[in-house]
């Protein structure tokens, strides 16, 4: 299984971004899809996930400004950012909810830069 993201960059304080992360490889039992957040000396923390059935769950800090989406015939999922303040700085990691063993795999991290 391998997911690929793609979007992480610099942006002004108030800007966009879009992220994208696309699973390959055995993606059958994929029931939901999501995105979370690190900075150095924290721990991971969620951002936003996305279930097959378009269930959505937010973290209350991206709530309103935030929007996770899916094409679940692409295995794809992609979060659209917006209103980024500097504290959305961090490296944002993709995760894909298994439901088998071993439940889960991360994507390598994108990292975001919100400029004040």
């Known amino acids: 299984v391998q997911l690929q993201a793609s979007g992480g960059g610099l942006v002004q304080a108030g800007g966009a971004l879009r992220l994208s992360c696309a699973a390959s490889g055995s993606t059958s039992s994929i029931f939901a899809m999501g995105w979370y957040r690190q900075t150095p000396g924290k721990a991971r923390e969620l951002v936003a996930t996305v279930t097959n059935s378009g269930r959505t769950e937010y973290a209350d800090s991206v709530k309103g400004r935030f929007s996770i989406s899916s094409d679940n015939a692409k295995n794809t999922v992609h979060l659209q950012m917006n209103g980024l303040n500097t504290e959305d700085t961090a490296v944002y990691y993709c995760?894909?909810?298994?439901?088998?063993?071993?439940?889960?795999?991360w994507g390598q991290g994108t990292l975001v830069t919100v400029s004040s």
């Open positions: 995760y894909a909810h298994y439901s088998v063993y071993p439940y889960g795999y």
